[in-house]
């Protein structure tokens, strides 16, 4: 009997507690979720850095004094797209001008991904992230 490998799911979705720590397990799942999708190299290497920077800003910035809270990651592939959406429910806090070392989470993020946008809200903060022209096992 021939062994079939089961299909990828074409969604990835988690939701993890806003805590540095807790983003390595969910770096290694959107990695794993990416190389069965046929994404792999360089492609792939900038989705997880983006990623996980939207990922680590929202657990760094935006539940300020202690605050408990949660961050959502939904990711899609759809033909020759990936889509990333990161929310979280806190507080944007802008960057602050006088810090020339640190900032520059979504200038990365601009840079990695093909296309970005952030939206601050009230009640919180999203992050949206696509790559296309993917390779055709990612289809």
Known sequence: M??????VPREFRDRVPA???RLVGLRKQLTGWLA??????????DIVLASNE???NSAEHAYR???DGVIDIHATAVRDEIRIVVTDYGA???????DTIRGRGLLLIDRLADHAECEYRGDGTTVTMTWTSLPEGAR
């Open 19 to 21: 805590e540095p720590g």
């Open 92 to 98: 944007w806090k802008p960057a602050d001008p006088a």
């Open 54 to 56: 939207a990922l680590a």
């Open 2 to 7: 021939k062994h079939v490998p089961a299909p």
């Open 65 to 67: 004094g202690g605050a």
């Open 36 to 45: 069965g999708l046929g994404v792999d190299g360089e492609r792939q290497e």
